[in-house]
């Protein structure tokens, strides 16, 4: 096998190694089932015991409560910027707070589907804070709340969720899912693709409290019916078997290798720390994008004086084999994304390559 780089990219992202050598170990058959995962029904025992254990993994990882359902679905989270709405507005106004990138595009996908208000937006600051619990203001008769826990571009995160009283929360943690442990019952929705922090593209998770999916107006295209989706077991059509499969293996990896999200958690904030400490003793050379409260232990943005030091950063540091630090082109500069599958070996290589491009460039 030809050596792995440090992949730094925000996604699809990297997978923890003992996941790609289970499933490449598995490949051409499934022990005891004599086929690969590639070539099975989704209705075989088989397959239904992947999709249940990956649904109980998740389960067991964030304490999800009997009264949410965890759905396995296809066209990524980007779907669900308009699914959710299309199914749980019913007339009513959608409240959006704006915190980067993604959020605007998830507002943009409801408006599609109905009324909606902006409560927040952190575009004065370039999308690098978030709001103060004394900021936000949600009305009490809102369909639901949208917040973007981690921002992937930007890189900012937040640690608490806003207080939206009655009103469901819906959370968009496409690139921190599966990061930390959550209070699921904070929440209406949590949603996420899984290519980022749980397994590859194709399959969207969403974790969604029972008494949201009887709001789903009839008529819908069975397709986009969340409700009918639930009711089939997330099987309404073929799902994306090996994408399911992979998440599972990588759910297994969380319970079993790390010992769940509170571990995990305690290595992400460590694992983020050497970076930020970094930028932060760097005496102005690199400049973290978020606001140091505001920062993300996923998405590491920062930017030196000038793009064409980025270019050289992001030129050398390849050449030792971290890669895909460029920042995204809308906010410029560098990112390292730094999931739960980035080994702490991979970060410690990239703090040291930023202090030793400091010591030359500085
Ligand atoms: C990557 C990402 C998405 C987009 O997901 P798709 O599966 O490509 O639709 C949405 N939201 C956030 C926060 C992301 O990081």
């Known amino acids: 096998m030809e050596n792995r780089v440090y992949n730094f990219s925000a996604g699809p992202a990297v997978l923890p190694l003992p996941v790609l050598k289970k499933a490449q170990e598995e490949l051409l058959c499934l022990p005891g089932v004599g086929s690969s995962v590639l070539e099975i029904s989704h209705r075989s025992k088989p397959f239904m015991e992947i999709i249940e254990q990956a649904e109980a993994n998740l389960r067991t990882l964030y304490a999800i409560p009997d009264n949410y359902k965890v759905l396995f679905l296809q066209g990524g989270a980007q779907l669900q910027f308009a699914m959710i709405p299309m199914n749980i507005m019913q007339g009513n106004v959608g409240e959006y707070i704006l915190t980067g990138s993604w959020g605007k595009k998830a507002l943009a996908q409801a408006k599609t589907q109905g009324e909606t208000k902006v409560v927040w937006d952190g575009a004065d600051s370039k999308y690098s804070t978030l709001p103060t619990a004394d900021q936000l203001t949600c009305s009490e008769n809102a369909a639901y709340v949208h917040i973007t826990s981690n921002e992937t571009i930007e890189g900012v995160q937040f640690t608490e969720e806003p207080n939206t009283g009655d009103v469901p929360l819906i959370c968009d943690s496409s690139s921190d899912i599966l990061c930390r442990p959550v209070d699921i ?103 973290g994008h978020a606001s140091p409260d505001c920062r993300s232990i996923m998405n590491v943005s920062f930017r030196m004086q000038t793009p064409e030091l980025d270019a050289k950063f992001i030129k050398e540091a390849a050449a030792q084999g971290l890669t895909t630090l460029k920042g995204h082109r809308s906010v410029g500069g560098c990112r390292a994304s730094i999931y739960n599958a980035m080994p702490r070996e991979g970060v410690v290589q990239l703090r040291d390559f930023m202090a030793e491009f400091l010591k030359n460039n500085g």
Request: overall charge negative.
């Open 185 to 287: 019952e904070k929440y209406g929705v949590l949603y996420a693709c899984a290519q980022k922090n749980a397994g590859p593209a194709g399959v969207t998770v969403v974790i969604i409290r029972e008494d949201l999916l009887e709001r789903t107006p009839t008529g819908l295209p069975v397709m986009l019916d969340l409700k009918k989706l639930a009711d089939s077991k997330s099987l309404l059509n073929t799902p994306p078997c090996f994408s399911i499969y992979v998440l599972k293996l990588v759910t297994d990896w969380l319970l079993n290798d790390i010992g769940g999200l509170a571990k995990m958690y305690d290595m992400n904030k460590e694992k983020a720390g050497l970076l930020y400490d970094t930028v932060d003793s760097s005496d102005g050379f690199y400049v």
